[in-house]
């Protein structure tokens, strides 16, 4: 039988219309090949949002992704936005979708292909063979916690603050989910904080080794933020899965997805405890390529493919996908990030085209 979805996509900004067109187009092509269909409806999030509503998350976009079985986002963001009051600013609206479906567990895997190991900026030697899961967590610390704002002091002066909080139990959650995929995994799974110097990272430390006591089969170490960031350029193949919280994560797997070339290969899903997931491309909404045919679309197809297997349990058509990008890598299709003398420069669409023609539908 026919099993149905209702997918939500969120094309936001930028590039985002141009990589979403390539990846639906993909889903298309495999759906029958595994008997599966689709219901794609589109909903207006960020800036294009804003410009539609005034708002960056309207609440019928939120209301149209909890009712789905899962949301395929692409990006968000614009220079015409960066001045607006926070709360219409795009990644406000970001921040409040993931808060909206409860989406506390953000994986996003840092895999070299071997087709593209010159583009990375590091030598050849270093990276070859990286395969990092970056587990981090997305709907708590720095992020959210309170008090926040920009507060007028006595004086007059202004001051700027924000808290980094995490409860026992976000840790807690976030820590079982990065278990449970390290067991999955290579069996390791490190640990990033700044218990040195912060109260918060030392309940996080202590909460992360406690949950290691019902995971004798992972072996668990722990690294202070500064030194990871360092470790991962230095000796990344020394990393399977790393668990962190909000700000830590959001830096350490923008510098891991560098590892791998570029950070337009990779794709990662936001899970939470029940209900969609929100599967999204690791880059941003490139505006200032935006509409020019040159964007890499490929984290948005492996974004896809991540939502075929983590969101829609659908593993043989994630496969499907990911074969197919690893197909025009081969066959030496790349878009201008990925680019080096001697293979077949493309924009997005030929790109489209090309991972179509490996789907054999
Ligand atoms: C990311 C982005 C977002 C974040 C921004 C756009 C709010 O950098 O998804 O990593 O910081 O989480
Ligand atoms: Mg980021």
């Given at each position: 039988?026919?099993?149905?979805?209702?997918?939500?996509?969120?094309?936001?900004?930028?590039?985002?219309?141009?990589?979403?067109a390539?990846?639906?187009?993909?889903?298309k092509?495999?759906?029958?090949?595994?008997?599966l269909?689709?219901?794609?409806?589109?909903?207006?999030?960020?800036?294009?949002?804003?410009?539609?509503?005034?708002?960056?998350?309207?609440?019928?976009?939120l209301?149209?992704?909890?009712?789905?079985d899962?949301?395929?986002?692409?990006?968000?963001?614009?220079?015409q936005?960066?001045?607006?009051?926070?709360?219409?600013?795009?990644?406000?609206?970001?921040?409040?979708?993931?808060?909206?479906?409860?989406l506390?567990?953000?994986?996003?895997?840092?895999?070299?292909?071997p087709?593209?190991?010159?583009?990375?900026?590091?030598?050849?030697?270093?990276?070859?063979?990286?395969?990092?899961?970056?587990?981090?967590?997305?709907?708590?610390?720095?992020?959210?916690?309170?008090?926040?704002?920009i507060?007028?002091?006595?004086?007059?002066?202004?001051?700027?603050?924000?808290?980094?909080?995490?409860?026992?139990?976000?840790?807690?959650?976030?820590?079982?989910v990065?278990?449970?995929?390290?067991?999955?995994?290579?069996?390791?799974?490190?640990?990033?904080?700044?218990?040195?110097?912060?109260?918060?990272?030392?309940?996080?430390?202590?909460?992360?080794?406690l949950?290691?006591?019902?995971?004798?089969?992972?072996?668990?170490?722990?690294?202070?933020?500064?030194?990871?960031?360092?470790?991962?350029?230095?000796?990344?193949?020394?990393?399977?899965?790393?668990?962190?919280?909000?700000?830590?994560?959001?830096?350490?797997?923008d510098?891991?997805?560098?590892?791998?070339?570029?950070?337009?290969?990779?794709?990662?899903?936001?899970?939470?405890?029940?209900?969609?997931?929100?599967?999204?491309?690791?880059?941003?909404s490139?505006?200032?390529?935006?509409?020019q045919?040159?964007?890499?679309?490929l984290?948005?197809?492996?974004?896809?493919?991540?939502?075929?297997?983590?969101?829609?349990?659908?593993?043989?058509?994630?496969?499907?996908?990911?074969?197919?990008?690893?197909?025009?890598?081969?066959?030496?299709?790349?878009?201008?990030?990925?680019?080096?003398?001697?293979?077949?420069?493309?924009?997005?669409?030929?790109?489209?085209?090309?991972?179509?023609?490996?789907l054999?539908?």
């Amino acid at each position: 039988m026919t099993q149905q979805y209702r997918v939500t996509l969120l094309p936001g900004d930028g590039i985002g219309p141009e990589i979403m067109a390539v990846a639906v187009s993909l889903l298309k092509a495999v759906a029958p090949q595994f008997d599966l269909e689709f219901q794609f409806q589109s909903a207006p999030i960020g800036g294009a949002a804003i410009e539609a509503t005034g708002e960056p998350l309207p609440p019928e976009t939120l209301a149209q992704a909890k009712e789905s079985d899962a949301v395929l986002l692409a990006a968000i963001g614009g220079y015409q936005w960066d001045s607006l009051p926070r709360a219409q600013r795009p990644e406000t609206g970001l921040l409040a979708i993931r808060e909206g479906l409860g989406l506390f567990a953000n994986l996003r895997p840092a895999t070299i292909f071997p087709e593209l190991l010159d583009a990375s900026s590091l030598k050849r030697e270093v990276v070859e063979g990286v395969d990092i899961m970056v587990v981090r967590e997305l709907t708590g610390g720095i992020y959210f916690g309170q008090p926040k704002g920009i507060f007028t002091l006595e004086t007059g002066e202004k001051r700027g603050v924000n808290t980094m909080a995490y409860r026992e139990g976000e840790i807690d959650r976030i820590a079982k989910v990065a278990f449970e995929i390290a067991r999955k995994r290579r069996g390791k799974l490190c640990s990033v904080d700044k218990a040195n110097v912060l109260d918060v990272s030392q309940l996080w430390r202590d909460r992360v080794e406690l949950m290691a006591q019902s995971y004798p089969d992972v072996e668990l170490s722990h690294l202070y933020v500064d030194n990871a960031a360092m470790q991962l350029v230095r000796a990344p193949r020394q990393f399977d899965t790393i668990v962190t919280g909000n700000l830590f994560g959001d830096i350490l797997s923008d510098e891991a997805a560098m590892l791998t070339g570029s950070i337009g290969m990779l794709p990662s899903a936001s899970l939470g405890s029940s209900g969609p997931g929100l599967f999204e491309p690791v880059h941003g909404s490139a505006p200032d390529i935006a509409g020019q045919d040159k964007a890499n679309p490929l984290a948005q197809a492996l974004s896809a493919a991540m939502m075929l297997r983590y969101g829609l349990d659908q593993p043989q058509a994630a496969a499907k996908i990911e074969e197919a990008v690893k197909a025009v890598l081969r066959q030496g299709y790349r878009t201008g990030d990925i680019f080096s003398p001697g293979a077949r420069l493309v924009g997005c669409q030929a790109m489209g085209e090309a991972l179509l023609a490996n789907l054999g539908s």
